[in-house]
């Protein structure tokens, strides 16, 4: 007999169903259908873990659908949130269960505070059913009082992350060098959010030719952003936000952009995990120092600038969906202006038939950065430089289909 059982993170109950094959066969166990849309999930460590519940595939089957959504939080960790909608027997329960990780958390110990929680769920709605005599309730005292916050905080609330990387490859007559590094330094509190985050890459190709000929290609590029943001209520933030850029494909020896912004969501910020529909505005200055001299005569400019976002999204039962609208303009010239719109959506059309879509369209017109003088076929054929273009786009589409028996149960890693 397989016994699961379910631990409360706080109070350290514990809920422990061992249902038996003639009760599964004759009552029918809870049949579950776990939604994954922005966190992962084991599916297989799952399934060993939580025995007393029918794993679907399908939610039209199922009597339990989770929806488990993630979102980061400020100290690098992430706030899970774990939604159980009652189906067919269930239909109009609903409850809703949320746990946090740490920024150090492993992998592993993430999977295993995803499973406590999820065991807690489900125990809920087993209590509805014939196995419900079979649950029993422990309870795991701690040995001591633990806070709910951390008393002595030596970092303030600042969470920082740094990485480096590089590769080498190469054949006869082809060789590439390429490093990268980031860093990023945090700190979020109720009241007050700060982020900084900076990435820079250095990449050199070798190609040789005959005669003797070497043809050398490189390109640099140094990103940063910043903001600072202060909470104005539930739907309410200000800020100020600044990003550089220096990049030898896109002409910038150093760029500097930045200005305030305010966001109002319609929705709270507190269900952002599941919907959120903001609208963004910053008003600004950006300079430019360029590498060669600009199609307009320019070596270095300052320009006054704002841009407006307007975006939203929804993770629901029936899939989820993204879009957002951004536009861009120079003040003192209205004409040389960007506006993108770019969304996308996972939707389940019906049982085991799913599609998939991410696109965008802009309408470029604000290439000031743009070298004077014609590029060589070797720029264009190794996008050394940027073109010049009035529009860009791209469309991603696929299909999924998924039939057969709507159990999955089993867990076998064999190969």
């Known amino acids: 007999m397989r016994i699961s059982c379910a631990v409360l993170l706080v109070t350290g109950i514990v809920a422990c169903v061992a249902p038996s094959s003639a009760e599964a066969q004759e009552h029918g166990v809870l049949r579950v259908f776990l939604d994954c849309q922005s ?4 599916f297989d460590h799952l399934r060993r873990e939580i025995g007393f519940v029918d794993w679907v595939r399908d939610r039209e089957v199922a009597e339990i659908h989770v929806l488990g959504t993630s979102q980061g939080t400020g100290g690098g960790g992430r706030e899970f949130t774990l939604t159980f909608i009652g189906r067919a027997r269930f239909a109009g329960q609903q409850d809703t269960l949320r746990f ?7 992998q592993t110990e993430e999977r295993d505070a995803l499973t ?5 769920g489900l125990v809920r709605f087993a209590a509805g059913t ?6 029993v309730i422990t309870y795991d005292a701690p040995s001591v009082d633990v806070p709910a916050v951390p008393t002595d905080d030596p970092w303030n609330f600042w969470v920082f992350e740094f990485g480096v990387g590089g590769s080498i490859r190469g054949e006869e007559q082809q060789r590439n060098y390429s490093v990268n590094g980031r860093i990023e330094a945090n700190r979020v509190t109720e009241a007050w959010k700060v982020g900084l985050f900076a990435r820079a890459g250095y990449d050199r190709s070798e190609f040789e030719f005959e005669l003797d000929s070497t043809f050398i290609n ?5 990103f940063f952003r910043g903001q600072s943001v202060w909470s104005l209520g539930a739907h309410w933030s200000a800020g100020f936000v600044a990003w550089s850029d220096i990049s030898t494909f896109r002409n910038f020896r150093f760029s500097l952009q930045g200005g305030p912004s305010v966001e109002f969501n319609v929705y709270p910020y507190s269900e952002s995990s599941r919907r959120a529909l903001t609208i963004q505005y910053t008003v600004g200055v950006a300079y430019f120092d360029y590498d060669s001299v600009t199609v307009f005569g320019k070596e270095s400019e300052t320009l006054p600038k704002h841009v407006l976002e307007v975006g939203g999204g929804a993770q629901q039962p029936w899939g989820n969906v993204f879009v957002r609208v951004e536009a861009s303009q120079f003040l003192n010239d209205p004409a040389k202006h960007r506006i993108e719109l770019l969304g996308g959506f996972n939707l389940r ?36 430089r940027q073109l010049g273009t009035e529009f860009e786009y791209r469309v991603n589409m696929g299909f999924n289909y998924t039939f057969g028996s709507i159990f999955n149960n089993i867990v076998n890693p064999r190969f």
């Open 349 to 384: 059309l019906f049982r085991g038939l799913q599609l998939n879509l991410f696109g965008s369209v802009a309408r470029v017109k604000d290439q000031i950065n743009l070298p004077a003088g014609e590029l060589s076929p070797e720029e264009i054929l190794l996008r050394r």
């Open 39 to 42: 966190l992962f999930c084991d």
């Open 116 to 120: 406590r929680t999820l065991k807690l």
């Open 100 to 106: 946090i990780s740490n920024a150090t958390d492993t």
């Open 130 to 135: 014939a196995i419900a005599d079979r649950i």
């Open 218 to 222: 490189r390109s640099r590029n140094i």
